[in-house]
């Protein structure tokens, strides 16, 4: 697993361009810097790895834009040994990203090529702290629940009951919500008496959240 001066140095210059996008946790900005987003993709797209941009990873889907997971993980406000649910594993570069903040995440993956690929790369960048399910999202992961925070990182068409049944009082789910082209990025609190308060935060464009696994 190379990891080399330059991809480092091309990785500072994508956290700078992060900041300037507007993102100003540091421990955000620092776990960027940390994890070789370059490992997440085929080889010979090294270039692209460190652009702002998203980028396919097979099976129809895509690794989100670095300001996006910058923008997710802030509104996550992750605090060491949180326990946080991932819904949406795609690369598994996400899941670092938390995970590099001092997080235990839990990430589900409906599509079986991906969640074995994502696998792979874990064990080889040694990510212990970040366990992946193959499954269906929408169902959360009951027997690991209650989880301090979520994240969605696929267009939810509603708030999935069950991930809010799974979720702490006072913790916070982060949803790309809405079914059009461009989804409000919500930040979504449970309250003591299980109702929701949500926040706004500007639109966002994901591929969608898909019910069921896929075996592909
Ligand atoms: N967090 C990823 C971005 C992945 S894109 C990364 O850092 O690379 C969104 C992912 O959500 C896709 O891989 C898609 O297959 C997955 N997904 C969509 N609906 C899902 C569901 N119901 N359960 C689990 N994963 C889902």
Redesign the pocket.
């Known amino acids: 697993m190379v990891d080399s001066y330059r991809h480092k140095g091309m990785r500072l210059k994508l956290v700078e361009t992060v900041r300037e996008k507007g993102i100003s946790d540091e421990k955000v900005l620092k776990a960027m810097q940390q994890v070789p987003r370059h490992v ?1 993709m085929d080889s010979s797209f090294v270039e692209h790895a460190y652009e702002d941009k998203a980028f396919p ?1 097979g ?6 834009q670095p300001y996006t ?1 910058a923008f997710q993980s802030e509104l996550l406000q992750v605090e060491k040994g949180d326990k946080i649910l ?10 670092c ?1 938390l995970a590099e903040m001092g997080a235990k995440v839990f ?5 079986r090529k ?1 969640y074995l690929k ?1 696998r792979e790369i874990l064990n080889k960048l040694n990510y212990y702290r970040v366990k992946i399910f193959y ?4 169902e959360g992961l009951p027997t690991f629940a209650p989880f301090d925070k979520m ?1 969605i ?2 267009a939810a068409p509603v708030i999935p009951k069950k991930l809010i049944d799974q979720l702490k009082v006072g913790g916070t789910l982060v949803i790309p919500l809405g079914e059009s082209d461009t989804q409000v990025m919500k930040t979504i609190v449970k309250q003591s008496d299980g109702t929701l308060e949500g926040e706004e935060h500007g639109y966002f464009k ?9 075996n592909d």
Do not use: N, W
């Not at 990430?107 to 599509?111: F, L």
């Not at 499954?135 to 929408?138: L, R, V």
């Open positions: 997440f990873i099976s129809d889907q895509t690794i989100s997971v991932e819904v949406g594993t795609g690369s598994g570069y996400q899941a990203v990430s589900i993956e409906r599509h991906l994502a499954g269906d999202g929408f994240i990182t696929a994901f591929v969608p959240m898909l019910r069921k696994k896929a």
